[in-house]
């Protein structure tokens, strides 16, 4: 198996990302605490995929390997059938903190992923301002962070993590901080973006309505040391709308049980202890 080099740059499509019986631990000897088991999984191109499990149980350890950030304890990651050495050069990586800069402008802001990789502003700018009008900030283009809404915002960092042009998009928690009318608008818009582009989303949610909502399958994550409980293919019909979702009896049972997994008596007594 021929290893991706630390310096690799992307040479072919993106097809596969693959957790290969994975494990990873923070620290050493009598401080190891570890944080996923043993995890295999496998996402394809043009998939989204969304993950949910208990708080702290290694949801973004998980994103961490996924983008070379950090390496595996055991077992390997796989991208396109061969390990990863290094950063992965599919992958953007996008925070539930929007994390923009206040002293710079709606366009700045979105292009600073691109600039990080060594494209020219000024050529980026353009693309972001060819853009604008699809992600709702047409005529924001030179507003700063804190005269914008938190939809705004969200929207604004949503638009750098595209504007990076990766194929493998890993957001965590992206909306967490949203209240719920605006987080179904940002849902309902990252459906419209992924349906128009279908590049191959992983992501990280606390609500299992979310996870429902926006996936073609959710992988239900146990307490830490996070291992897979139960991977659910979603075969909900697309475009989907969430009062739709929320009649359909296989829609209900499938939230029953995941609600009934991530709320077992051991998650209960951790995340109270």
Same mark, same amino acid.
């Given at each position: ?11 072919? /499509? *993106?097809?596969?990302?693959? *957790?290969?019986?994975?494990? $990873? ?56 059938? +061969? ?20 002293? &710079? ?34 005529? $924001? ?13 969200? +929207? ?42 279908? &590049? ?16 073609? +399958? ?14 659910? /293919?979603?075969? $909900?019909?697309?475009? &989907? ?33």
């Amino acid at each position: 198996m021929t290893p991706w080099s630390r310096t690799n740059t992307v040479s072919e /499509p *993106f097809k596969s990302l693959t *957790f290969a019986d994975l494990s $990873f631990s923070y620290g050493d000897g009598d401080d190891k605490v570890p944080a996923i088991h043993d995890i295999s999984l496998t996402v394809e191109a043009g998939e989204f995929v969304t993950i949910v499990g208990p708080s702290g149980c290694g949801k973004s350890t998980l994103f961490n390997l996924a983008s070379g950030l950090v390496g595996a304890t055991q077992g390997a990651l796989l991208v396109n059938g +061969r390990e990863l050495e290094g950063v992965n050069p599919y992958t953007a990586y996008m925070f539930q903190r929007d994390a923009l800069l206040d002293w &710079r402008s709606v366009v700045s802001n979105a292009t600073l992923g691109r600039e990080f990789l060594g494209d020219k502003k000024r050529k980026v700018a353009a693309e972001v301002e060819a853009s604008l009008a699809e992600f709702g900030l047409e005529g $924001f283009q030179d507003r700063r962070p804190y005269e914008l809404s938190g939809g705004m915002r969200q +929207r604004v960092a949503l638009m750098r993590t595209y504007t990076t042009e990766r194929p493998l998009l890993l957001l965590d928690e992206p909306f967490g901080a949203l209240d719920a009318l605006t987080r179904l608008r940002m849902q309902e818009f990252l459906l419209r973006r992924w349906d128009a582009d279908h &590049r191959t989303v992983i992501f990280i949610t606390h609500d299992v309505d979310e996870a429902l909502l926006l996936g073609d +399958r959710v992988i239900v994550l146990s307490d830490r040391p996070a291992t897979i409980s139960e991977e659910i /293919p979603l075969t $909900f019909p697309r475009p &989907r709308l969430i009062e739709d979702l929320m009649v359909d009896p296989t829609y209900i049972d499938i939230r029953s049980r995941v609600m009934l997994m991530l709320h077992s008596p051991a998650s209960r007594i951790e995340e109270t202890a």
